[in-house]
């Protein structure tokens, strides 16, 4: 998922991200690996956390597909069992080089 600037809206409160401080658009590609064909675009406001842009858009993988996202889709975990999510780093439990 990404954040695509836009031109400022008549509604602005729900565009705008805080993070970028701009009018945005946040969108998300769902993409095959092997061959780099696009599956679903899915389009939202701006403000919107990518984990939550997953579950609005309805994208289901089918059993034992292999899944990668970043780490903005922390919880897929739970609704696709054959998924691959970096680990954060915490103060208290830092990243070895592995």
Do not use: M, N
Request: glycine share 6%.
């Amino acid at each position: 998922a990404t954040e695509c600037e836009i031109e400022r809206p008549k509604k602005q409160k729900i565009y705008y991200s805080g993070k970028k401080k701009k009018h945005t658009l946040k969108i998300q590609v769902v993409a095959d690996a092997h061959t780099s064909d696009v599956l679903c675009v899915f389009v939202d406001k701006g403000s919107r956390h990518d984990f939550q842009l997953f579950k609005k858009s309805g994208v289901h993988f089918q059993s034992k597909v292999l899944a990668f996202g970043d780490k903005g889709y922390q919880g897929l975990e739970k609704l696709h069992k054959y998924s691959l999510i970096p680990i954060k780093a915490s103060k208290k439990h830092k990243l070895s080089p592995d």
